[in-house]
């Protein structure tokens, strides 16, 4: 998961109430402070939820590059880090931020999932020295578990188990939105041609690991703010946001291109037929029904190939 998608997952009203009341026993627990809760995506920090209580005040939604943050600490490492002079611990005492927010004090715990990833942290921060102890530490530990299971939890509800990729639960979400009104978003539409030949002549073992492949062709061709469905079955989709269906029409190409170049002992190629469309000419809600309709074009063409919805 990427810092623009994770941002839209967190607008949900369900989920983003499970991040205030994590804050808000933080605060009951400790004291008043500065809580927050962060997302971190390569090297870059996403300040998910807030909750100022104290003297310092950190924004929500700032992004900010991981070598200029606390919580670097406790996601490299994946501990839990307290530090109780911030201008005289060495891995803060030159940064930046502990001088323009005079930071004296720090404690923050990795946010570790079910499969072993650090999806961020949950921190507080004071100005006074010695504000922290292993009794809050201890709590925050705690809470992080909690936090971490309905991470882990809404993970599995809105992604598809085989490939990893999103499912239509969470698409049937996205289509009601706001923000799908908002701009131009292209969506491309994918079927595989001939896929029940290869369950058939090979078994289904066969058919999940030829999916598999053909999601991690997609994921490791789309863009940054592009993200991938499994719809059902040999069925895959791509969202692409901000993004025109010429712009998008490239990485198209290149997903089928990829995909009928792989090989394997028993499968040589992954057809794929495809219909992009954008929200310049069709309405978010129907989306998916015109990228079929371009779909169907594509295979009456012969397959592995791009249909685009015409302006």
Sequence with gaps: MVIIMIEKWMEEADFSRVFTDILSIANDLIGDQTFYISFIDNERMKLLKTLVKSDIFVENGRIVQMQDTYCQMAYTSSRPVLVSNAKEHQQTKNLELTHSLNIGSYVGVPITLNDGSVFGTLCSINTSLNEYDDKTLQTLIKLSSFLSYAIDMERLLIHDVLTGLFNRTYWKRIMTSEWMNEGTHAFLMMDMDKFKQVNDEFGHEKGDFILMKASSLIDETIPEGAYGFRFSGDEFGVLFLNRSAEEALPYAEQIIRRSADY???????????????????????RLMKEADRLLYKSKRSGGSCVSIQQK
């Design 263 to 285: 090989a394997d002992p028993d499968v040589n190629g992954i057809s794929l037929s495809a219909g992009l469309v954008d929200t310049t000419i069709t309405k978010a809600d």
